[in-house]
């Protein structure tokens, strides 16, 4: 307030001229759409720069969401929609955790049902995430193979200074240091609008249907396919370089995913098939098998979880990420099995990376860096796997899939008995662990004695069949959920929708 205004006792007089002449400029349609665009920008740097700061609360008192909607409406301004959404969202942020009621840029969000600004947002946010992915892509081609491509992969592992040329291996971290790029911030947006605004969620899952009939001279995906490509790219490369900024971008996404998770109308519209190929980063091995349509986009949904769980496992864990992760997994579970949609997917990948999260929580508890929260996430990815096997019939799509569910978990028992001592540990107050899930009595415990059941009684059974190979007990567990059917511990999750 002293650098802009002077001091405290005339902020008032400034900063509300200031307010007054960004509406007046952005809401007067007869003015050039240069010095609208001068005037935006201005607006945007000034509010990113006091970020949550005393002179934010002036333009909560000026309310400029009708000339900001204005500008994204106005056919000479809708090229500088990209700005005005993001200082929307910029402004509906400002102490949106202590004074969310009062803010009122929430309020509209939330409240707004004009489908020209909601197309808008979408346009701007479609081009914007597309560029934010490209930028991945052209670092390191992860193009999905071809026949072209796997035959000269091929000759070329047939030359001669390639014959004992080492497995392939990930790219160079340091080459993603700087990704994403600055046009990644459109998320923020477009959380917000999904997060707030139901006719945001309905302009967004028509999207799909729209783009569908519409042949464009530049090949652009639907936004909810473009935002599912961006984020496998975001979470894969979340911890590649520690740095603080893409593990926010990454969280935004997980956050949006969950969003996504727990609408029915956009799981409605992502459930049925696509013919658009959905390009997911295939940068970091293991690979997940190509998408290939015609498909349903909830398997690039479910992907992109997979890959958060797969390649963020460090020291430092971001344990409110994997928490998030793991609530959309369950949620896009739960919609498939209420919906009776047996998707046919990969499975056995999502299995064994939730499987893996708990072997390493086990392995590292006592070296990991957290801000807490690991015996809550080892209580939800639990009860994730017990939901599975629990309505695995309303959910997988053949009883192979399901002998394959019920292998998995056989094949780790090891890791499940580890989590009794994981839990112990977790719940004993005098050890030095990271900071206890507090809450109602957790489930984790009831679910973890449904898997070790389950796991212990083919267990049993594959040792006495002599079993020596995976397709042997592969084999051996098919003949006996064949012959008596799957028999399974206490159904833990009813049948409202989980919160």
Known sequence: MELFAGGVSDSDRVFNCLTSAIDEVLSNITLSASLRHEVLQMAVIFVCGISQLSPGAYFLRHDLFPSIVTTITSPDTEQFTFEAALLLALLANFHKSDAAKLNP????????????LMRGVCWAANFAAAAVARAYQNISDDSPPSLTSTFGSLLSALRPDRALAARPVDPPRELFKNQPIEACVILLPVFEFLHGSATFRKV???????????KTST?????????LSLTSY?????????????????????????????????????????SEEIRLCRQRLPLLPPFQPPKSPLCALLDCCILWTRHNLHKRLEVQCYLTCIRATY??????????????????????????????LASKLDSLTTTGGVEQLTHETLLLIDFALCRSEQLLPSPQTVHELVYEVVRSAEVFRKQRTLLDKLANP???????????????????????????????????????SANQGLRAVAKEIEKDGLSYGNDLHGTDDPP
């Open 105 to 116: 840029y929430l309020r509209c969000i939330r409240e707004n049902t004009n489908e020209d």
């Open 204 to 214: 967004f899952a028509d999207t799909l249907t729209t783009h569908a009939g519409k």
């Open 219 to 227: 090949p652009i995906s639907a936004l909810p396919i473009t935002l």
């Open 234 to 274: 975001l979470v894969s490369h979340a911890s590649s370089s520690s740095s603080p900024r893409s593990i926010a971008y990454a969280n935004l996404a997980l956050n949006m995913l969950l969003v996504i998770s727990q609408s029915n109308e956009i799981m409605g519209a992502l459930r049925a098939d696509t």
């Open 331 to 360: 949620r896009a579970l739960w919609f498939l099995q209420r919906e009776h949609v047996r998707l046919d997917y990969h499975w056995q990948e999502l299995w064994r990376a939730l499987i893996l999260l708990l072997d390493f």
């Open 430 to 468: 005098h050890v030095d662990t990271p900071k206890r899930y507090s809450g109602p009595r957790p489930q984790g415990p009831q679910a973890l004695a449904n898997i070790t059941a389950l796991a212990e009684q083919y267990e049993t059974k594959l040792k006495e069949a002599g079993v020596r």
